[in-house]
């Protein structure tokens, strides 16, 4: 487990996650994505540059790291569209299809265990929820049956810049109306996720690699979350 030190989790009130291999694992759901598309371009082999179109869409986000707007929302699009090789209108097809539609109805079942129940304790405990992703989120957490108080986009207008820059994190707790410190953010990655946080003086972790049969991180996470407040009450 990776973080900046949480001394003391009674400072923590409200928990920020980020949602793609933090909530759910992605090998699981990429397996399954696989077997469908290859299905799909099987009987369509005239549309295989689509599958291009995906793989270069992911590319060209993972090259951009910071990458500020304007209209960041839209801009995306067109780093993928090869200079004019593939236009604007197709390249947001192809993308809202197979990666912001389709995927959404395997979700629930690529949940991480013990997700579900740490995000109960957190509302027991009367801590705020926050999401933020480099990726839009709604559908996705209506699909995870997860729901949160706040949920951030970097593509949001408000926002318009993706991680490792603060600016959606510092969005979130300002919303909250809490202060950075105050707030606890959980991702997947220590080059995106964790610089993003430490940007933002805000303490953080990140999901330990473990085979998703074996996985407990939020088990434990809850353990310590629940042992710590309690003994507020004593």
Known sequence: MSSKTVSDMRKVKAIIFDVDGTLYEQSRLRSKMLVDLLAYYALRPWRLQEMRILQRFRAEREKRPGAIGPDLENEQYKWCADKGRFPVQKVK????RWMFT????????????????????IREHGLKIG????YKAHDKLVAMNLAADIVVSSTDPEIDQLKPAPT???HIANALGLAPEECLFIGDRQELDGLCAERAGMPYLIVDKQPFSSFTFYQHLEQRLNATLASTTL
Do not use: R, W
């Open 93 to 96: 097809q192809v993308v809202n």
């Open 102 to 121: 389709h995927p959404n109805q395997y979700l629930l079942n690529c949940v991480y265990p013990g997700t579900h129940s740490f995000f109960k304790a």
């Open 131 to 134: 999401i933020y992703s480099d």
């Open 168 to 170: 959606g994190l510092l």
